[in-house]
T-cell receptor, first 113, second 113 residues
Framework: ETGVTQTPRHLVMGMTNKKSLKCEQH?????MYWYKQSAKKPLELMFV???????ENNSVPSRFSPECPNSSHLFLHLHTLQPEDSALYLC????????????FGQGTRLTVV | QKEVEQDPGPLSVPEGAIVSLNCTYS??????FMWYRQYSRKGPELLMY????GNKEDGRFTAQVDKSSKYISLFIRDSQPSDSATYLC?????????????FGRGTQLTVWP
């Protein structure tokens, strides 16, 4: 285990549903990230939080809404998603946002029907 | 324009073979270069980390960076079936954006006994 836990591991949701993905890290890190991994595409950075403050939103549609209540927890709230949003959503953490050694969770496999 | 290009494979080699994995990139600001390994149904884990140009060796793994050609490589000697995974190259420009990683698509490797 890497110390980064994501729940749920799998999620199937309709386009009108609202759901949330959760990430928790037990490493004492201060920066957390959401990445999207689609088939045949590179991992794509979505959001960066450093010491609970959002420092990057990589032009992500507003149907994805992140929340970082503290340095150990990160959420991704989902609403009115599209089928093309189906992907593996990975959470990662680093000591701070000026560190490169990222520790990833196992991801949430999201299917939008 | 894709920032990081990586041949997705798949690559299939016999046990004991030398494996060469490569990425090219276009952004000359990249200074930090990483290789991640991702097993099926798992998140990526950091395998090798290199700063600027040069070689780095760790056991059976050697990472090479040629910044003048914007080309990085990962060599695996004496490959084992346990090396079967997807290998992702990742890069960062450093400074305040050090934690923001740009990934290649990943190369799927199978090592057969």
């Amino acid at each position: 285990e890497t110390g980064v836990t994501q729940t749920p591991r799998h999620l199937v949701m309709g386009m009108t549903n609202k759901k949330s993905l959760k990430c928790e890290q037990h490493l004492g890190h201060n920066a957390m990230y959401w990445y999207k991994q689609s088939a045949k595409k590179p991992l794509e950075l979505m959001f960066v939080y450093n010491f609970k403050e959002q420092t990057e939103n990589n032009s992500v549609p507003s149907r994805f809404s992140p929340e970082c209540p503290n340095s150990s927890h990160l959420f991704l709230h989902l609403h009115t998603l599209q089928p093309e949003d189906s992907a593996l959503y990975l959470c990662a953490s680093t000591e701070t946002e000026i560190n490169t050694e990222a520790f990833f969770g196992q991801g949430t496999r999201l299917t939008v029907v | 324009q894709k920032e990081v290009e990586q041949d997705p494979g798949p690559l299939s080699v016999p046990e004991g073979a030398i494996v060469s994995l490569n990425c090219t990139y276009s952004n000359s600001a990249f200074q930090y270069f990483m290789w991640y390994r991702q097993y099926s149904r798992k998140g990526p884990e950091l395998l090798m980390y290199t700063y600027s140009s040069g070689n780095k060796e760790d056991g059976r793994f050697t990472a090479q960076v040629d910044k003048s050609s914007k080309y990085i490589s990962l060599f695996i000697r004496d490959s084992q079936p346990s090396d079967s995974a997807t290998y992702l190259c990742a890069m960062s420009a450093g400074g305040s954006t050090l934690g923001r990683l740009y990934f290649g698509r990943g190369t799927q490797l199978t090592v057969w006994p």
